[in-house]
């Protein structure tokens, strides 16, 4: 599901919570591509509702743990693969939640977390058997 509204990192991840979803987990590239593809499809058809320059960007469910000096999932999962714009990860010491880049061709930045971003939550696979779109 993606929101169609921002908010922070944590404030995303209570909302994807709240619908029994976490924060989405980018586990390979081909689910790369495919959010890339649609996300940068939304705008063209004016269905992000605030234009401004953060709205183009896409909390997901991996941060910076600077105890462990590295990033995680939400779940607490090391990643093993990686989408990180050139030049990034760049700013760990501020930037510890990581977002799609809209200018970046929706790769990953790592951002701060209080920015307000869309959000992308992913639902459980038995949650997406059951779900049935509306015609």
Not at 1 to 13: I, R, W
Not at 32 to 59: K, S
Request: hydrophobic share 35%; aromatic share 14%.
């Amino acid at each position: 599901m993606v929101s169609s509204e921002a908010d922070t990192y944590y404030g995303a991840k209570l909302k994807c919570q709240e619908k029994g979803a976490m924060l989405a987990q980018i586990t390979n590239q081909k689910v790369q591509d495919i959010l890339a593809f649609y996300l940068g499809r939304l705008e063209p058809t004016n269905e992000v509702t605030e234009l401004d320059f953060e709205t183009r960007n896409f909390w997901i469910g991996l941060t910076y743990k600077t105890s462990k000096d590295l990033f995680r999932w939400d779940t607490g999962a090391q990643y093993s693969f990686s989408s990180f714009a050139f030049g990034q990860p760049d700013s760990q010491r501020f930037g510890n939640c990581v977002e799609l880049q809209a200018s970046a061709a929706f790769n990953w930045n790592d951002q701060r977390c209080k920015t307000r971003n869309r959000y992308i939550c992913q639902f459980a696979q038995k949650h997406i058997s059951l779900w049935q779109p509306e015609p």
